[in-house]
Structures are given as C-alpha cells and as structure tokens.
C-alpha cells in the first residue's frame, strides 16, 4: 500500500472517529496523518544542489 493511499484510509478512519465523537482516535489518527503527510512531502520534493 502507497503512503498517498495510507493517507486516504487514515482520512476516512478519521472522519468516521470525529462522526462518533471519538476524542482519542481522533488525536490518533490526526497524528499518524500528520506523519503520512510528512513522508509524503519528503519522499516527493526533489532534493536541492548546493
């Protein structure tokens, strides 16, 4: 499974969480998206020559 889909479940999971009102999932899966989003932009930004 790709990181861009990785971040599509965790979005879906996360929306279902804030549907329930689950304030701890919530915060988890805010997180893992915020690390998936970070790969993500990592792995595709080219790196700069100096």
Same mark, same amino acid.
């Given at each position: 499974m790709t990181l861009t889909e990785q971040l599509h479940?965790? @979005?879906d999971l996360l929306a279902r969480? @804030? &549907?329930a009102?689950?304030?701890d999932a919530i915060r /988890?899966?805010?997180k893992h =998206? &915020? %690390?998936l989003i970070q790969q993500i932009a990592t792995t595709s930004t080219p %790196? /700069? =020559?100096t």
């Open positions: 479940n965790c @979005q969480a @804030q &549907l009102g689950d304030k /988890r899966f805010s =998206r &915020l %690390t %790196t /700069r =020559r």
